[in-house]
């Protein structure tokens, strides 16, 4: 019996075989607390409960590669969020405005 192929890297990415779900979004709502039961109901129903777990196998069995793997990834975001603010601070300003007040509001 062979082991199935969960994971996949593309696009400079770790992906779930045969669709657009990123490792990194499944293994941030383990990382949350999730169970894998409700990672698959509830946030990503398009995946089987055995491509989850899968997922979370990969990513546990290779988990320093795939820790530094989001933290050069979010250090990338911040970097590119950065640059995007500089280059069009009106639109953040708008941006900032619309957040302080839906949390305004939401408090």
């Known amino acids: 019996m062979t082991q199935p192929d969960y994971i996949q890297e593309r696009d400079n990415g770790y992906w779930i075989q045969g669709t657009r779900v990123s490792l990194d979004s499944v ?15 509830d946030c990503f129903p398009t995946l089987t409960l055995d491509q989850v777990y899968g997922a979370i196998s990969y990513y546990v069995t290779n988990r320093v590669e795939i ?8 250090e990338g975001y911040e970097a590119f ?9 009106d639109a953040h300003r708008r ?3 619309i957040l302080e007040e839906a949390r305004i509001t939401c408090s």
Not at 32 to 39: D, W
Not at 67 to 74: F, G, R, S
């Open 95 to 97: 941006l900032d405005a």
């Open 67 to 74: 820790d530094q793997y989001l933290q050069d990834a979010d």
């Open 81 to 89: 969020r950065q640059r995007n603010r500089a280059e069009y601070p």
């Open 27 to 41: 293994v941030y709502r383990f990382l949350e607390g999730l169970s894998p039961e409700t990672i698959q109901a």
